[in-house]
């Protein structure tokens, strides 16, 4: 969250969106440069590794404050993956754990000044969509064959039934990686907007800033929350879509 955007006279709420080249990389003419998104991503990624190894390193029967705090992580998304996959989804908890701190801390760390919330761009949000969309689909490619396809007609419908159905839902997987990106980047985007418009009003009003303020506080607030609830979702989703390939209908 760029807040200290709205301490500049005229600027743009959504100026805190714009990425920034830091490094200018190019492999013929392909932009491949390091960003601002791709120094966040690195911090995350960095956070997170020194999380884990920090709070397990010398990990006790007893568990210290910091170590609770992983564990407890730990055990909400195994039983995430245990509800709404079952058994069969015990192997690809790493994948699953991962994906909800990348979300969390990325939400997380974009809600500190001076900084930026890579999960606030769509082309972030879809990637990763697109990648689950993608690995998902072959997860059941290879549990199912061919018989994957019967995903699309369920059992037991009459044939005009089926003729109206099939289509609708082949249209409703296939749009699953703009659904399930969208949703996050729209969230945050929407969030950190909203805090930099009334962050805007406070320094323009001044002394008489005292109400906008308020409502600044009380937005960090349903932001933090957001932030939490939008990487529980985008998790909780891709759960259910493994648990889909997985276990078909």
């Not at 807040?3 to 743009?12: I, L, M, N």
């Not at 990325?106 to 606030?120: A, D, R, V």
Request: aromatic content about 16%; charged content about 10%.
């Amino acid at each position: 969250m760029a807040v200290e955007q709205a301490t500049e006279h005229g600027a743009s709420p959504l100026h805190q969106f714009v990425i920034e080249r830091l490094v200018p990389l190019h492999i013929g003419h392909v932009d491949i440069s390091f960003t601002n998104s791709s120094l966040f991503m690195t911090i995350a990624v960095v956070a997170i590794t020194g999380f884990i190894m920090f709070s397990m390193s010398g990990a006790q029967l007893v568990p210290t404050r910091w170590q609770s705090v992983a564990e407890l992580f730990y055990e909400f998304i195994a039983n995430m993956v245990r509800d709404n996959v079952g058994s069969a989804g015990r192997q690809y908890f790493p994948f699953i754990f991962s994906l909800f701190m990348f979300v969390l801390f990325g939400n997380l760390i974009g809600m500190i000044p001076f900084t930026f919330t890579y999960t606030s761009h769509i082309i972030v949000t879809f990637a990763m969509a697109f990648f689950i969309f993608v690995a998902v689909t072959l997860i059941a490619i290879k549990r199912h064959g061919f018989h994957f396809f019967t995903y699309f007609a369920p059992k037991g419908l009459p044939v005009p039934l089926l003729i109206l159905l099939i289509p609708i839902e082949i249209i409703s997987y296939c749009i699953r990686p703009m659904t399930l990106s969208i949703r996050l980047f729209a969230n945050m985007m929407a969030g950190h907007t909203m805090l930099v418009i009334f962050a805007g009003f406070v320094f323009a009003l001044g002394i008489f800033g005292v109400l906008p303020l308020a409502f600044d506080v009380f937005f960090i607030l349903l932001e933090l929350l957001v932030a939490v609830l939008q990487a529980y979702v985008f998790t909780i989703l891709t759960c259910i879509y493994l648990h889909d390939a997985i276990h078909l209908h």
